[in-house]
């Protein structure tokens, strides 16, 4: 039988600024992942690879060609892309003055930005950055693409966070990035602006890219990998808890300063981009292994999204929500979810030493390894998406997907059994409203630098050329008929 989507889905592919812009104009040099992945003592101690955002796809200048392929190449009608906060904001925005509201817990709970404020950041602003990004912008729409923007993909301005001081001596340090409030505050700064600046040219937004995995690869993660390289369940918790924050306000600016943009959703559509992964118990006749798998769906699944969602701030961790922990004034809104979905890991109790509940390491599933050792596992997509639709009654996107496969061999296959999987769950009667592939092309995979290739085109990193992998008309077939093959 055939399998067609609803009519109006959106088929597009995703990328993030940091990891394809550079390469061609002028690089973004003012964040916290520029001075990480430069840093001489992480590249000797092989925190990173030593490749560097600079050599990357070059979009920056480029975006005619990858809007030209979305649309032409692929058939998509969509596409995910994201702003860099640095470069729009490579000095502080720390002096303009906002109203800052705390809750009773001391946290941030709202933050007013007024006019004078944006036009004061304006002035702040990297006028090159800005025009630059309202020219991919305007690209995307003359194309025709609906185009989603994720506002925080994981650089942060330099101002706010020194990933090397942290990861020396985070007590010391004075820029702590997510682990201080401030960032928050500023947060909110930049969203009001970009939603002002660009808010005629976007479909949807999503506020943060991968809250647990900012938590998890930078403060959870032993050997060190993402900056700033810590191993702390408490900084762990924080930065988490912090991020939640991060979104409530964010979508609070949106829907206050983007008064152009509409979709299907509603005006100023506003959601949040999440991973969700299939946690599995490494051995499941091992009670250890069981709690440790149960743990860990909870913390990196759920946690985020019950703060979000429900106001269930669950700060000690005990599954129960008790009066302390509920937050209901925290609850604004989340218009839709993006889930990122990749593979499946197997939990296994592991001593660390610490909270006896993070003693666990995660390790492949049985199935076949892609180049970056995940395995591949599409059943567990459809379960993710039922699972998110059941808990939150959000619409959904599949905001990332995709397979690294230097031999070009199994991207047409992930690709099909996956897009198999996500109509499944449409059946099921879970609304995914669109699939985006990550990735458009070849890029700057953080630590790992560009030995792991997501791209449904190759790049070439001296010509910068774009090379089209098996998937391409595999997917542009689909893309264009709304219909997978039998
Ligand atoms: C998720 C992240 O959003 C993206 O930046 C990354 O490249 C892919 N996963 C692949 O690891």
Known sequence: MTKRFPEGFLWGTATSSFQVEMGRGSPSKDSDWWAWVHDDENIRRKIVSGDTPEDGPGSWELYEEDFRLAKKELGNNAIRISIDWARIF????????????????GDVSHVEVNEGGLRELQGLTDPEAVEGYREILQEAKRRELTVMLTLYHWPIPSWLHDPIACRDDVDSAPLRGWLDQRTIVEFAKYTAYAARAFGDLVDLYATINEARIVGQHGYLSDPPEFPPGLYSPEHFMTVLHHLSIAHVVSYDQVKRWDSTSTSDLGPATVGVVCVLQYFDPADPGNPRDVEAA??????YNEWFLNSITKGDFDVNLDGT?????QRPHMVRGCDFIGVNYYTRWLVKHAVKGGDPRFDYALGPGG????????????????????WAYDRYRRPIYVTENGITDSKDERRVGYLLDHLGQLHAAIEDGVPVLGYFHWSLMDNFEWSDGYKMRFGLYNVDRET???????????????????????
């Not at 490579?90 to 817990?105: C, F, K, L, Y």
């Not at 149960?294 to 913390?299: G, K, M, T």
């Open 90 to 105: 490579p000095n502080p925005t720390t002096g303009v003055e906002v109203e800052v509201t705390r809750d009773e817990h």
């Open 464 to 486: 910068k050329e774009r090379t089209p992998t098996k998937a391409v008309p595999v997917y542009r077939e689909i893309a264009s008929s709304n219909t997978l093959p039998e």
């Open 294 to 299: 149960r743990f860990v769906e909870y913390l």
């Open 367 to 386: 199935g076949e390894l892609t180049d970056s050792n995940w395995d591949v596992y599409p059943p567990g997509l459809r379960h993710v998406l039922n």
């Open 321 to 325: 929500i008790e009066p302390h922990e």
